[in-house]
């Protein structure tokens, strides 16, 4: 029997995010692709061709499926090399890599061997990484986990509980031929026998490579009210076998700088040891045999200090400082200030050491670099995720209740501040964090500019990713298109979109918007008087992905391939599914409302948890702790059996109790975040359950009577259908501006590509989107009644225009036209034009859009790029 090859073309152009070929030789490259439905059953089936069409080896497998069981994103990874200017995905077959990464497994540890490293992990234990070898020799051992905690705000370093991370388990993820990763999980444990900051890491290898990354997620479990975290990273011991003055160490400091000493300095001297002497040292190479030292040097070197300990400390965004002292009794001596350190620290000698180095350094503040006993057999090599030396980590609510003891107290307290405040839910119980961590073993002390390389490559990971064009002709991710400027109003619109994203890009780093907690999120509304984002006024201060920022980032990255776009979605991707999502405790798999702290607002729902603001980045990049984020979500369907989102405001909620056959659930904020959850589950691991749950609610909405405009029905968590029976029209202005949009344009045109079934749905939609705008008399004349709450105008002109788009009506793309000139919610021109105030008015320079609150500019965002790319043909017809 013959196969029939496949006729559908695959050639996806893949670009380097900064537009320039980095040195893959730092830990290889990993990247998405789309492929359409159909066109790929077998990820083997693909190969990678460089610039010029010639094939190199790569790694490929699937990252999601079609409903049809084809490859919908494919993983791409390369190993270690020289890099191409760019790269195409094709199908064929690739040649076989010449070096090959080697995982071998053991009862009691996991080696990865990646022809130039080989790094043994434990399974059990306090070691996560057991030993790191490299050219034969081990040039580190014992990485483990640190932490301490008080019982007190209060610094108190006498009072301190000191824990290390055990290893519970090892799991190989991947096994090569290009790229291994290895998942260790476990959990700090202090002497007492407590447990508690459970932990999960990934190890991601690539063939060839030295380097190796580190993606360490943890989730804090603690009182808030007893357990202050005190410091918390992760060290290395490294052997020295060299004498003093052939021992290195190198430490990072801004753009690309380095401190470059050694144990024992031969240079500055009374008596100068030779020119040769000096530059061996400061090179990092073998210094000429101390007998061969000019002018008797060799013997007075006994008289010559040993800098044992060095350390780095960036307490905040823009000031770091440089200490060294010789021994732990001994005075610490100030070395240098700076700015932003890069965040890299080497230590060493002639015969081997370790880099390590936290990408997102000087942004994720207290953070440190530790050398400690550089002048024994043993040095300690460690980065501080959270500095000892910083005050302790504070998590408690930031006010007492102010007297808010029911919810009349609440709603009327929300009127003022706009927080939703609750006794209890201000906790932070469970929420997580995740950093990025590099190691690299040396066979010797590298050039220090090779170590510059590497801290560039640290703070700034290299990403390929599909080309603008590739992705919008996959049809992939929600409805846009390119950027198109030869009509001066749609010229006129991109430039709107550029400000929009050119400012907030520019208000992370004016308005320091870093720290552990913060970084990666964006303030919610803006104080015109205070000349400042109002970050202490309740429910205006976090925004916690209000209104889909994280969407209008990707989409916009999607179009423009923009570095700065990309770069400001990872980090709204990974702060706003680490830290504003509980992970444990009694809401795990909610997410929390905007807040003064993350973790603050009463509103513990599933809008912002949702996986539409997560799947781009696993999609684009193959992330796997994306990817968890995304799937332990599944069953998060159960947390309205746990808590009504809708408690202190429905009318029936003096009688209304969750039902676990007849949960409220609201088809708008509530079911787009769990189709978005079911949807990205299916696709993923091809979960039954919830491939059955989202088709099932699909069918279901459309046989409700008034279908969405509904707003709420009745939900068996059994059977994952909802009640159609009820028969009534409700609307909330946010229903569709959490992600219903995107999640519903796909799940249609899934249905509209006969991929799937579910009577009645896109109907269901497109009669949602056709009538949110109309008229009272139009909405009455086919729901019965015209539905209050009709708001958000300009967000909501991307429904009128999907539905125009869909149906050819171009009166219905004219009202979307009208809808979205009308403005935001309190936007205006201003919002648009930026003032630069200068000091005495404010503490520094900073640029201001005076109505520009970031519910304006995503959802603006969003309905620029929607409308243009379904009803841009109308422009300026309306």
Not at 2 to 13: A, G, L
Not at 164 to 170: D, L, Y
Not at 268 to 287: F, H, K, S
Not at 311 to 331: E, M
């Amino acid at each position: 029997m013959t196969t029939t090859p496949n006729p559908t073309p695959v050639d996806v152009p893949l670009r380097w995010l900064d537009d320039a070929a980095p040195d893959l030789g730092l830990a290889g490259v990993t990247c998405g692709v789309p492929l359409p439905p159909g066109a790929v059953t077998d990820p083997a089936e693909l190969a990678v061709l460089d610039a010029v069409g010639a094939p190199v080896p790569a790694q490929t497998w699937r990252l999601a499926a079609w409903p049809d069981g084809s490859v919908k994103w494919a993983g791409v990874a390369l190993g270690a090399g020289e890099p191409a200017d760019g790269y195409r995905v094709v199908r064929g077959t690739g040649p076989a890599p010449a070096r090959r990464i080697t995982v071998t497994e053991t009862a009691d540890a996991v080696e990865v061997d990646t022809g130039a490293a080989r790094i043994t992990l434990s399974r059990s234990g306090t070691d996560l990484v057991r030993s790191i070898r490299t050219g034969g020799d081990e040039v580190a051992s014992a990485g483990r986990l640190v932490s301490s905690r008080q019982d007190r705000p209060e610094p108190d370093a006498s009072g301190r509980t000191d824990a290390v991370g055990h290893v519970t388990g090892a799991e190989v993820e991947q096994d090569g031929p290009l790229r291994a990763v290895v998942k260790v999980t476990g959990a700090h444990r202090e002497a007492t026998g407590r447990e508690w900051l459970p932990f999960t890491v990934r190890l991601v290898f690539a063939a060839g490579a030295a380097t190796f990354r580190i993606v360490h997620s943890f989730v804090w479990d603690g009182d808030p009210d007893r357990d202050f975290l005190s410091s918390l990273g992760l060290e290395f011991t490294v052997p020295l076998r060299a004498d003093l003055h052939d021992r290195h160490v190198r430490l990072a400091g801004a753009d690309g700088g380095f401190l470059r000493e050694a144990v024992r300095g031969l240079t500055g001297l009374r008596r100068d040891p030779g020119a040769e002497v000096r530059a061996a040292q400061l090179d990092g190479r073998p210094t000429p045999a101390p007998a061969a030292w000019d002018r008797d040097v060799e013997r007075l070197s006994q008289w010559i200090p040993a800098w044992a300990d060095y350390t780095l400390r960036q307490p905040n965004a823009n000031g770091y400082s440089i200490h060294k002292r010789t021994a732990p009794d001994r005075p610490w001596i100030g070395v240098a200030q700076g700015t932003r350190a890069d965040g890299l620290a080497y230590v060493g000698d002639t015969g081997g050491g370790l880099a390590l180095g936290l990408t997102g350094f000087w942004q994720s503040h207290p953070v440190g670099l530790d050398v400690r006993a550089a002048d024994t057999e043993a040095a300690t090599l460690a980065v501080w995720l959270w500095s000892p030396d910083a005050a302790p980590m504070d998590l408690r609510f930031y006010h007492d209740g102010l007297g808010q003891e029911d919810y009349a107290d609440q709603l009327d307290a929300l009127e003022i501040t706009y927080e939703d405040y609750e006794p209890g839910f201000g906790t932070a119980h469970g929420i997580g964090r995740t950093h990025e961590l590099t190691v690299t073993p040396f066979a010797a002390t590298p050039p220090v500019a090779e170590l510059a390389r590497l801290a560039h490559g640290t703070a700034l990971r290299p990403q390929l990713a599909a080309s603008p064009e590739a992705l919008h002709a996959a049809g992939v991710l929600g409805d846009w298109d390119l950027p198109d400027r030869t009509d001066p109003r749609r010229a006129a619109l991109e430039d709107r979109l550029d400000f929009l994203l050119d400012f907030y890009v520019g208000q992370v780093d004016q308005r320091s918007w870093y720290g552990f907690w913060n970084y990666g999120d964006v303030m919610h509304a803006y104080d015109a008087d205070r000349h400042t984002w109002r970050y202490d006024v309740g429910g205006y201060a976090w925004d916690n992905s209000e209104l889909s920022p994280d969407l209008w980032l990707w989409t916009s990255f999607l179009r423009t391939g923009r570095a700065d776009a990309f770069r400001l979605a990872e980090r709204m991707t990974r702060h706003t599914g680490d830290v504003d999502v509980y992970h444990a405790g009694p809401w795990q798999g909610l997410g929390t409302r905007h807040n003064v702290q993350h973790w603050g607002c009463s509103a513990k729902q599933v809008r912002i948890s949702t996986p539409a603001y997560r799947r781009a980045h696993y999609f684009l990049t193959g992330d796997e702790h994306t990817r968890d984020l995304m799937l332990e979500l599944r069953d998060s369907d159960a947390a309205f059996l746990a808590l009504d989102p809708t408690r202190k405001v429905r009318a029936d909620a003096a009688t209304y109790r969750p039902e676990r056959r007849a949960l409220a659930v609201g088809l708008g904020t509530d079911w787009s975040a769990l189709a978005a959850t079911w949807l990205a589950d299916w696709e993923i691991t091809g979960n039954a359950r919830s491939r059955d749950r989202l088709l099932g609610t699909m069918a279901d909405i459309g046989a409700l009577p008034k279908g969405f405009f509904t707003g709420e029905a009745l939900y068996d968590l059994d059977t994952g259908r909802f009640d159609t029976g009820r028969d009534r029209v409700s609307l909330s202005h946010l229903s569709a501006v959490f992600g219903l949009v995107e999640v519903c344009s796909e799940l249609v045109s899934l249905i509209d590509a006969g991929l799937v079934e579910a009577p009645g749905f896109r109907d269901a939609w497109l009669q949602y989107c056709r009538l949110y705008l109309a008229s009272p008399e139009e909405q009455a004349a086919e729901l019965g009644t015209a539905p209050d709450g009709v708001h958000l105008e300009q967000a909501h002109s991307r429904l009128a225009a999907y539905a125009a788009d869909r149906l050819g009506d171009d009166a219905l793309a004219d009202r979307a036209w009208q809808a979205y000139f009308k403005g935001g919610e309190f936007m205006g021109e201003d919002a648009f034009r930026a003032v630069r105030i200068l000091p005495p008015e404010v503490l520094a320079p900073v640029d201001e859009a005076r109505t520009l609150s970031t519910n304006d500019a995503a959802q603006c965002g969003l309905a620029t790029i929607q409308n243009l790319a379904l009803v841009g043909r109308r422009l300026g017809r309306a």
